[in-house]
């Protein structure tokens, strides 16, 4: 079985006792993406992988994990030839942009209005309007990035393999639910998967046992956030921090994920 591959990183997540285990493993999958993309094997230098880069790019956090990786040699490889991938899509999109101006205004408003509708069907009826072709180009990459989607399939069966060893591990499920809990959005991702993973019954007790998790947690966590204000009062300036020390980053880890306190994820040299 697939699934089974991940339960022992998963496992070590568990016990790693933080904040959210799925930001744990989540954690790993990243700085193995980012090894593989800009690492020792320079991946980056063979044709499939860097037409992968050229067409997909990259995503703003992303790039700035690149730049403080120290592979400037190789970050300058990938960027050569995306640029060059980039100017061809421009150049494609402007022609487009001109033949559809020209367009607009010799149909005139009953062209526009049937542009505005088709577009407005295409964002599942938002009301958008019409939108500009290259700000749309834009968005779609703005979306695309080679690392993030990496991470998204790792993910993708990193949650299978929670749902198999919620079912199957009565160790592992004990260990989640006197546990932290999880960061809101992989809380959002496993609320997600337990549609598809878990029967009618399993679904009704794992919520019951996560929404308590999640309620406790959050209030703990508040707990240590408040704590953390009182210290800076000069009266408690003896008293003990408690778990106080570090709760701004577990804070914003249990809001959106992820570790703020981390240093970069630099090459291995
Ligand atoms: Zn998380
Ligand atoms: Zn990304």
Request: charged share 35%; net charge positive.
């Amino acid at each position: 079985m697939k699934e089974k591959l991940y339960t022992i990183p998963l496992n070590d997540a568990v016990a790693a006792g933080d904040e959210c285990p799925l930001c744990f493993a989540e954690r790993k999958i990243e700085q193995d993406a980012l090894d593989f993309t800009l690492g020792n094997s320079s991946s980056y230098m063979e044709q499939d992988i860097r037409a992968m880069t050229d067409r997909e790019g990259f995503c703003r956090r992303h790039f700035k994990q690149m730049f403080d990786y120290g592979n400037a040699l190789g970050s300058a490889w990938i960027l050569s030839t995306h640029l060059r991938a980039v100017r061809r899509e421009l150049e494609a999109e402007i022609a487009a942009h001109r033949t559809e101006g020209k367009k607009t205004s010799a149909e005139g408003a009953a062209g526009l209005f049937r542009k505005l509708r088709s577009r407005t069907e295409e964002t599942g009826g938002a009301p958008v309007g019409r939108r500009d072709s290259v700000a749309a180009w834009t968005a779609a990459r703005e979306k695309s990035c080679f690392v993030c989607r990496q991470i998204e399939n790792t993910k993708k069966r990193y949650v299978e393999t929670f749902f198999y060893l919620w079912q199957k591990d009565p160790e592992f499920r004990r260990k989640i639910e006197e546990g932290k809990g999880f960061c809101i959005p992989h809380f959002g991702d496993l609320c997600e998967a337990a549609q598809r993973c878990l029967d009618e019954a399993e679904r009704e007790e794992f919520y019951r046992a996560v929404f308590r998790l999640m309620q406790d947690n959050l209030a703990r966590l508040t707990g240590d956030v408040d704590w953390m204000i009182e210290k800076f009062d000069y009266q408690n300036a003896d008293k003990d921090w408690k778990n106080s020390r570090d709760a701004l980053q577990r804070g914003m880890q249990k809001l959106k994920g992820g570790y703020p306190a981390d240093a970069p994820h630099r090459m291995k040299k």
